[in-house]
């Protein structure tokens, strides 16, 4: 190999264990100078484990890492930096409290007679926002805290340059954006690449992974499936190397005929923990048959909105009714007897007992209801059942009713969580996020129950970040913003650019202006006043 072929990063049979858990299995991968690798399996498959052997958070057991053709042992993220290795982890490592210089330097602070030369550091930062087109340098003595997910993210990106990154590593980069944000980060891509900075790219978005990367590795069970040119690939094949069959990508066309109102929420308003109001009127309608969709950003009320209808948290001012009956004021265990089902956004924290097996985790909402619980007795033997059922019919792996929560992988927890809520025939079901985090044949089999569900006549309220999963799930959207629904669309009319302008806050109508709607309208392409109230719209 000539020098101009040295690959800029090359892991040679890289395995790493944990326990008896081989977590990375004779992994090889090589990212090409200047070029975008895109890094893509199920939830489980290894991938971050595999960039955390490279950034130096993990020791390897086993193979050998080359940056710029000379092997590397890295002992701390510090030994990767100082070879130029940056990583850019999905969860941002930023101190919301400091400005964005202050960030960017932390750590590596240049010294003149030793104090910090905070000029010295501008200076580069600054000439860093310049080269890559970075719109930080307006903001460097902003407070992260105060800056969008966007820019935070590219705060991100100048602090490994400026640490001197030839090769970064992102890692799901695009989970919290607007898809206007992806387009821009995905420029931001094409600049370091043609600049000469080489990129890995951690996704689980087939569609992602295509646009953006040149090669792509596909890791299943730890091991490497192998590695294909992104221009001569499909998603199609892509998703039968991740889980080894053909995967569905197109659901039938909607036929709906939506029914009595189940779930009415009339002027909502809801605050956080802090006393902050995060819900500020809300309405909304969902039908018997219909699968209700709230889009947004994370962060903009969603969670505040669903532990208010799940009876989780209490709710200032409005109604909340269930078939015509109030139960603002209800419990949860109320809600739960009622008929009102809920898949958490957290399945670690909300959804299951992570040290306790499945047959224990069954019995969760379940403590009162026959036949598994009678005269204040359990029936272990009713519920052992009931585990069972679930294990086999959700295909949860392994198929063993006396796993531990906590050893399944992601994917799998969250089916045993999907088939419990669902197994109890409710009327109602809400799920905040219900793949998130999940593996695509696990997305696959969760939106084909909730499908069903829908079809036999039950109400489902999906609140998702995935525009993908969200348009392909719902008969009717909402997009809420700050609090409040901002518009109200048609799923099969609307396009991916107008939703991502309303999770953003503007009208794709009216040149920027907010938009208005009420979830209990019919839906249109987009339902707009141009106009900005106290009760619905949102100023922008």
Known sequence: MSDTQVPAVDLDGITKRFGDVVANDGVDLSLEKGSVHALVGENGAGKTTLMSVLYGLYEPDGGTISVDGEPREFDSPRDAIDAGVGMIHQHFQL?????????????????????????SARRDIEEICATYGFDVDEHLDTRVEDLGVGVQQRVEIVKSLYRGADVLVLDEPTAV????????????????????RSLIFITHKLDEALAVADHITVLRDGESVGTVEASETTREELARMMVGRDVLFDYPARETSPGAVTLGVDDLRVEDDRGLEQVGGVDLEVREGEVFGVAGVDGNGQAELVEA?????????????????????????????????????????????????????ALLGNQTVAPYVENGFVDWGAVRTHAEDIV???????????????????????????????????????ASHPTRGVDIGSIEFIHERLFEMRDAGMAVLLVSSKLDEVQKLSDRIAVMYE???????????????????????????SGGASAEASADAPPESVVDDGESTSDGGVES
């Open 392 to 430: 086999e019919q959700y295909d949860v792996q392994p198929p063993n009713a006396e796993a531990e929560a906590g050893s399944l992988s992601g994917g799998n927890q969250q089916k045993f969580v999907v088939g419990r809520e669902l197994e109890h025939q409710p009327d109602l079901v809400v």
């Open 177 to 196: 954006l607007t898809p206007q944000e992806v387009e821009g980060l995905f420029d931001v891509m094409t600049e370091l690449t043609e600049r000469g």
């Open 309 to 361: 209808l799940t009876g989780l948290r209490s709710a200032e001012s409005g109604t909340v009714t269930f078939d015509g009956r109030d139960v603002t004021d209800a419990s949860r265990r109320e809600r739960i007897d009622a008929g009102i089902a809920y898949v958490p956004e957290d399945r670690q924290e909300e959804g299951l007992v992570q040290d306790y097996d499945l047959v224990r985790n």
């Open 95 to 119: 101190v919301d409290t400091m400005t964005v210089v202050q960030n960017v330097v932390l750590g590596h602070e240049p010294a003149e007679r030793g104090l910090v030369d905070e000029g």
């Open 483 to 509: 609090g409040e629904f901002v518009g109200m669309v048609d799923p099969d009319e609307v396009t991916e650019e107008e939703l991502g302008l309303l999770m953003a806050g503007r009208s794709p109508d």
